[in-house]
């Protein structure tokens, strides 16, 4: 059973920076690709950032790009999402997503393993 585990979440002030890991007890090259989704309890979930992890091919949400940069270390089976000059609106819980079935990049439903979630709060 493959484990995904987020961390690096936190409350921050509106402008600072923040980088999310997602540890995968996997090779990351094995998930074909490791997506970044968040999700309020009065939003659907947004696609924040997506990575082939077999080199390159990065996707982001529309409302966090040019703001974020996601990146991965296969020696730590490890994607970090950093995040820059962030808003009261990327408060949210993230989530992590791991080994890409195909299709859509944001269908949710194309990922299999998935995180727990870990919180990020922007104040003003």
């Known amino acids: 059973q493959v484990e995904v585990v987020e961390s690096g979440g936190g409350s921050v002030q509106v402008g600072e920076s923040l980088t999310l890991s997602c540890a995968v007890s996997?090779?990351?090259?094995?998930?074909?690709?490791v997506a970044w989704f968040r999700q309020t309890p009065d939003k659907e979930r947004e696609g924040v950032a997506s990575l082939y992890t077999g080199g390159g091919n990065t996707y982001y949400g529309d409302s966090v790009k040019g703001r974020v940069s996601i990146s991965q270390d296969d020696a730590k089976n490890t994607v970090y999402l950093r995040m820059d000059s962030l808003k009261v609106e990327d408060t949210a819980m993230y989530y992590c997503?791991?080994?890409?079935?195909?299709?859509?990049?944001?269908?949710?439903?194309?990922?299999?393993?998935w995180g727990q979630g870990t919180q990020v709060t922007v104040s003003s």
């Open positions: 996997a090779s990351t090259y094995s998930m074909k690709r």
């Open positions: 997503a791991a080994d890409f079935r195909g299709g859509r990049v944001w269908d949710a439903s194309r990922y299999v393993h």
